[in-house]
């Protein structure tokens, strides 16, 4: 009779490297879904949905709105020294006959459709960050 001799297995090295990979993506995979359990919510300017009532802005009505003064961007220039001529909104160079709102509390000039834009969910200006919310007139 003859003996049988166990045979081995063997692994070659292409097997092991995708075992470890594998059994690695998985550790990770584990490991980041146990992470985003602890962490909260997310946070960010994208995410105003999720930020502290303190660091939520809400608009201003669009009667307020356009009650600010609006003119013509003209031959005159700027509305103002602190202007370079940009709307910070849009980032567009002002022309010769658009129309711009002329932000009362700080000075600052932007097109009428991109500073209404803004101020129906912001209520500060988008460059210098001052509140546009009016105060209460006295009785």
Same mark, same amino acid.
């Given at each position: 009779?003859?003996?049988?001799?166990?045979?081995?297995?063997?692994?070659?090295? =292409?097997?092991?490297?995708?075992?470890?990979?594998?059994?690695?993506?998985?550790?990770?995979? =584990?490991?980041? $879904?146990?992470?985003?359990?602890?962490?909260? %919510?997310?946070?960010?300017?994208?995410?105003?949905? =999720?930020? %502290?009532?303190?660091?939520?802005?809400?608009?201003?009505?669009?009667?307020?709105?356009?009650?600010? @003064?609006?003119?013509?961007?003209?031959?005159?220039?700027?509305?103002?020294?602190?202007?370079?001529?940009? $709307?910070?909104?849009?980032?567009?160079?002002?022309?010769?006959?658009?129309?711009?709102?002329?932000? %009362?509390?700080?000075?600052?000039? =932007?097109?009428?459709?991109?500073?209404?834009?803004?101020?129906?969910?912001?209520?500060?200006?988008?460059? $210098?960050?001052?509140?546009?919310? @009016?105060?209460?007139? %006295?009785?």
């Amino acid at each position: 009779m003859m003996e049988e001799t166990p045979q081995k297995i063997q692994f070659s090295p =292409f097997l092991a490297a995708l075992i470890v990979i594998v059994t690695a993506a998985i550790l990770l995979i =584990f490991y980041h $879904c146990l992470g985003c359990n602890h962490r909260g %919510p997310p946070r960010g300017p994208h995410n105003q949905q =999720f930020a %502290p009532a303190e660091e939520q802005t809400s608009g201003l009505q669009a009667s307020i709105i356009h009650l600010i @003064p609006a003119y013509t961007y003209g031959e005159e220039g700027l509305a103002s020294k602190g202007d370079d001529g940009t $709307c910070a909104v849009c980032l567009s160079e002002f022309k010769d006959g658009e129309s711009l709102r002329l932000l %009362p509390e700080c000075m600052h000039s =932007f097109h009428v459709p991109c500073i209404d834009t803004w101020l129906e969910s912001h209520s500060n200006c988008p460059l $210098c960050r001052t509140d546009m919310t @009016p105060s209460p007139s %006295p009785s």
